[in-house]
């Protein structure tokens, strides 16, 4: 067989066993075992990966074996990065089993979710695997279409739930939160909003390069619909912790994607992405857990840190047009528009008059359109970027009242002004595409809701008398979304039970700090350090959490410090950096909106397990994506794709 015709062969071979992960992770369940769905997946992850390895070792020894003579032999590892932390972080997995308080939990993983050792050792396999061996552009191309498929019909069935139409019996009502084939709506919701970017990207890469495809029109509707499909399907299924991932990291993919973040220079992009990151993150901690309200000195704080962050964004536009870092008599529209942001749009106006709170809101939105309006240069630019940040901030919000959807189309106008009019970056087609998506996204939040918010206008809301139920779809979610946001106020003010799990995991941290608990030892080791306010918290009983619903405070239980500050900072820190400078080497391909779209949707995941964890469904879908993304950034063929008019 020839060389090319054998690598083909084997090309094709690890591209099937993605593909079956990719379509099978989020399909496969069965009623046999549909309260401990992680069983199915698992088996699934574990059997690609068996098989993975198996055809790795055949490939390397055959190649090794029809060398011609004289030839050197390859190595049997070739290095793409961050194979050092990988094998720290695999040592200390290991370390972390040998002195676990219970070994054969650390090795096999605890009912039901599977999570010891075995379980590690898959998901690494996993994402140094497909970072190996997607290495040519028709894989990817096979590859996302297996992730968007099947997460589009796990999506349609969603929706289906959502009215009410199921083949299967479940313990608690899905049409309250959707979680089709996942079985839990926090897990379901976390998966479509990690594939809401992938899906942007791929009807990007299809408006570049099919430009004169006779089926380009049918593509690019299928893929429009698909995407509001995925989103609507995240929203349904409400999750406060992936809808706090979401808004912190579409803003920094929709300011890439439209030339605010420039992919030019490495050093100026990784600042860029992780000043914008951090401030965003403070903001939300103003704006959602309202944690300004505390005390006065966290009030200062977070204020502190939210306007430094707003100083170095201005600072990062003036840069981009050889300005100085900041200019006082220059600011003064960039301050006023940003007042009038704040106070339009963000600003809590509390139990004032509603009068004075509207007129207040109309003022600052009439003053931030007429900033937006006479902004030049680096000063539309900073102002664009904070129109970003205030949709992805509200959208969750516009279901709420008919003036919050007015407001939001304020901010769409804004949108418009600031990042398509004028926009050289990125070509005419894909700028209508992005607007038409952000409009789509505004359709699926506000048009269930209209008819009953319509209703409640002229009429007396059924849903407030005693024993009344909400019916419709529209109205279900909006009660939703407002229940949830409030939540997210209570737990950060006043305590929750999830707050007493986080307080728990200081001593438990304390005294296993070199190598932790054990892999998956939470359920096991929680009594000896659950706090006396838990159980009633909990609402008077005291079940024992197998998650302290914080994947970072369960890494440094079970895995100690050190193996967690290597997983973090050593590899997931390292993978931000081999991806963000690739997008450098990438600045002309369209390859460019899959490897921006993988990292933010990986930092969906990553934002959202600060309130949650990870179970086999996400995981594999984080891993994969952690892969495919660094195979983009260090593979040649991936450079070799140049589209016109990114």
């Not at 968007?148 to 299967?168: E, K, T």
């Not at 509707?221 to 509001?228: D, E, K, P, R």
């Not at 079940?543 to 500050?565: K, M, V």
Request: proline share 3%.
């Amino acid at each position: 067989m020839k060389i090319s015709h054998y690598n083909r062969s084997f090309e094709l071979y690890f591209l099937v066993l993605f593909i079956i992960l990719a379509v099978g992770t989020p399909l496969v369940f069965t009623s046999l075992t549909r309260s401990v769905f992680e069983v199915n997946k698992l088996l699934l992850l574990r059997g690609v990966t068996i098989f993975t390895c198996l055809g790795w070792i055949v490939k390397s020894v055959i190649d090794r074996a029809n060398l011609p003579p004289g030839e050197p032999k390859p190595k049997l590892w070739t290095s793409i990065g961050l194979e050092i932390p990988v094998a720290l972080f695999v040592l200390f997995n290991i370390l972390s089993t040998v002195f676990s308080q219970n070994v054969r939990l650390s090795v096999i993983g605890a009912y039901d979710r599977w999570e010891g050792i075995a379980t590690a050792l898959n998901y690494i396999v996993l994402f140094i695997m497909t970072a190996k061996l997607v290495t040519k552009r028709y894989q990817m191309k096979w590859v996302i279409a297996a992730f968007l498929v099947p997460c589009a019909l796990s999506a349609v069935y969603g929706v289906a739930q959502s009215l009410g139409y199921d083949f299967m019996q479940w313990s608690v009502d899905p049409t309250k939160r959707v979680f089709a084939c996942i079985n839990n709506p926090v897990h379901y919701c976390a998966y479509m909003g990690m594939m809401v970017p992938v899906g942007i990207s791929a009807l990007l890469y299809v408006t570049t390069q099919l430009s004169h495809h006779a089926s380009k029109r049918w593509i690019q509707g299928f893929l429009f619909f698909m995407i509001a499909l995925i989103f609507y399907a995240q929203y349904l299924s409400f999750s406060r912790a992936t809808w706090f991932g979401f808004a912190l990291s579409l803003p920094i993919y929709f300011m890439v994607i439209l030339g605010l973040i420039r992919t030019e220079k490495s050093d100026q992009l990784v600042t860029d992405f992780f000043v914008s990151l951090f401030g965003l993150f403070m903001f939300y901690m103003y704006y959602i857990f309202n944690f300004h309200t505390k005390s006065v000195s966290v009030a200062l704080a977070i204020t502190t840190l939210v306007a430094s962050a707003l100083v170095v964004t201005y600072g990062v536009s003036r840069r981009y047009y050889g300005k100085s870092f900041f200019s006082a008599r220059e600011s003064v529209i960039p301050l006023i528009g940003t007042l009038g942001l704040f106070f339009g749009f963000i600003f809590n106006w509390g139990e004032l008059s509603s009068w004075i709170v509207w007129v207040g809101r109309l003022v600052g939105a009439a003053v931030f359109l007429a900033t937006v309006v006479y902004a030049k240069d680096d000063q539309e630019e900073y102002l664009a970027r904070l129109v970003i940040f205030a949709i992805f901030s509200t959208i969750q919000f516009i279901a709420l009242s008919f003036a919050n959807m007015g407001l939001f189309v304020v901010l769409l106008i804004g949108f418009y002004w600031t990042n398509l009019r004028g926009n050289m970056n990125i070509a005419a087609e894909n700028k209508r595409w992005l607007f038409a998506i952000l409009v789509s996204f505004t359709l699926a939040v506000a048009a269930p809701a209209v008819p009953e918010l319509y209703h409640t206008l002229v009429t007396p809301p059924v849903a407030t008398q005693p024993g009344a139920t909400t019916e419709s779809v529209g109205l279900g979610a909006v009660d939703n979304v407002q229940m949830k946001l409030e939540a997210y106020k209570h737990d950060a003010l006043k305590g929750s039970a999830r707050v007493s799990m986080w307080k728990s995991s200081v001593g438990w941290i304390k005294q296993y700090w070199l190598v932790g608990s054990g892999l998956d030892t939470i359920k096991f080791m929680y009594p000896d350090f659950r706090r006396s306010d838990y159980g009633i918290l909990e609402g008077g009983h005291n079940f024992t959490p197998d998650r302290l619903h914080n994947e970072y405070l369960n890494n440094l239980a079970t895995r100690g410090i050190i193996g967690s500050a290597i997983y973090y900072f050593g590899i997931i820190l390292g993978w931000y950096l081999i991806v963000l400078r690739g997008m450098v080497k990438l600045n002309k391909s369209p390859m460019k909106f899959f490897s921006l779209a993988f990292m933010t949707g990986a930092t969906v995941y990553l934002g959202q397990v600060l309130f949650n964890f990870g179970v086999v469904a996400t995981m594999v879908l984080f891993y994969s994506f952690v892969g495919v993304s660094w195979a983009i950034s260090v593979h040649d063929d991936y450079l070799n794709e140049v589209g016109e008019g990114l």
